[in-house]
């Protein structure tokens, strides 16, 4: 999980937000009255083209927890990062949608914890403040240094499968960087430089974060 900056409203949601916002809160109140569920439909109208894109934009089409590339694992969800079943309110507030992988996604649901919420990608900085990695036997896991750290490891789960899911994936490009930077310091290339620089570039895209850890451990 990486810092993100967001950008501006999508037009679907200048427009329509407050409008699909108090119509969603009428039809609760009155299913409750009739004491029966609430249309998934009331609660989708999200899911716009505009919303989609703007997030894969913001988020370069990786899953805002555990960085992966989710074209290459599954398909993309808006995540509701106060979950809309708890604070309908929010179903529409432009500040409370990300993107999200579906396992990741799966794995949070309606999970919430008010004393340590889940990391915020883009008002916390999940690297330097609240989560760092651990070498361990079965990859490289996330390791949570603050009470909402250890939420958003346990709400996304994002330990799961070891080997042969995020802590194996994590570890290819851990040991990847650490060959690379390792060589440069055993040859004293004159082209360190630029190699540093490809592999900045590279800390911004899939498991980024992992790439910038390795570097400042071995750098």
């Known amino acids: 999980m990486r810092n993100v900056q967001r950008g501006d409203m999508p037009d679907s949601l200048v427009q329509n937000a407050n409008t699909w916002r108090l119509q969603l809160l009428r039809e609760i109140r009155a299913c409750r009255r009739a004491r029966r569920k609430v249309p998934a439909s009331s609660f989708d109208k999200y899911k716009q083209p505009d919303v989609r894109q703007a997030l894969r934009t913001m988020y370069r089409g990786l899953c805002c927890y555990c960085e992966g590339r989710i074209v290459d694992v599954s398909f993309d969800h808006i995540e509701h990062r106060k ?26 649901g309606n999970k919430w914890s008010g004393a ?27 390791w949570p ?16 499968d070891g080997w042969d899911g ?30 540093r620089r490809e592999l900045q570039g590279k800390a911004k895209g899939e498991y980024g974060t992992v790439i910038a850890y390795a570097m400042e451990q071995f750098g």
């Open 83 to 108: 979950p809309k079943s708890k604070y309908p309110g929010d179903t529409f507030n432009w500040d409370n949608l990300h993107l999200a992988c579906q396992k990741c996604n799966t794995a949070k």
């Open 116 to 142: 340590a919420p889940i990391l915020d990608a883009v008002l916390d900085n999940p690297l330097t403040d609240h989560l760092t990695y651990q070498e361990s036997a079965t990859g490289l896991r996330r």
């Open 145 to 160: 240094s603050s009470d909402r750290g250890t939420t958003t490891v346990e709400h996304a789960d994002l330990d799961r």
């Open 166 to 195: 995020l802590p194996g994936s994590r570890a290819k490009v851990f040991l990847e960087t650490v060959g690379i930077m390792k060589g440069i310091k055993d040859s004293l290339s004159p082209n360190a430089n630029a190699v």
